[in-house]
């Protein structure tokens, strides 16, 4: 059975997450039901609305609804943390939107590396919003990339990709669950293939490259000078 450690932290991480976790506890699909996830790494609990109340983060609850260890470090290199990481002793490490970056030590940790479930066609919408960006500049179409990681910002080599069209009432929320879900199937569809060798991988080609970053409340503020749809 494959040790997996999963790091992730919103939503978007919950599909993936639970597609992990149960055919292995439920034996809903015995060709998945090789994976073990041994650990979660998520972000540590933050303090959120008007009464800046502690949340934990989705994934985090999850994990322990599900009687899965959990850490949450400030920084993922911090000692701690690593001693941890390297007492779970991880085949592969699966990542979805955890929002920190992976050092080298990090990634050559598992025989299997680190895969990550991106939500773009890379290498179009590298970065931590690509959701928002792909709406934003009007794209026709977006998706879902399974990744292994390298030490850049999502520049490693593509293991699998699956697209949608992108609608004119297309919202982040909407294209965020269709692809959070979507992502989920990719993985479970890719990593046996992977695991196995079956898969080759195909290096990012950086032309057609594109950045976006993280978004600011700036990036929220509404433009009247466009008409409603735009701004819809």
Partial sequence: MTRIVFM????????????????ARE????????FDVVGVITQPDRASGRGRVMKAPPVKTLAQEMNIPVIQPEKLNQPDAMGQLHAWSPDLIVVAAFGQILKKDVLELPNHGC??????????????????????HGDE???????QMDVGLDTGPMLANRSIVLTSDATAGSVFD??????ADLLLETLPDYLSGKIKPIP???????????????????????DVNELE
């Fill in 8 to 23: 992730g932290s919103p939503d978007f991480a919950l599909p993936s997450l639970r597609a992990l976790i149960d055919p």
């Fill in 27 to 34: 034996g809903t699909n015995s060709h998945h039901g090789q």
């Fill in 115 to 136: 895969v990550n479930v991106h939500a773009s066609l890379l290498p179009r919408w590298r970065g931590a919003a690509p959701i928002n960006a792909a709406i934003l």
């Fill in 141 to 147: 179409e977006t998706g879902v990339t399974i990744m």
């Fill in 178 to 183: 269709t692809l959070s879900t979507l992502g």
């Fill in 204 to 226: 990012q080609s950086n032309e057609g490259a594109s950045y976006a970053p993280m978004l600011t409340k700036e990036d929220g503020a509404l433009d009247f000078t466009h």
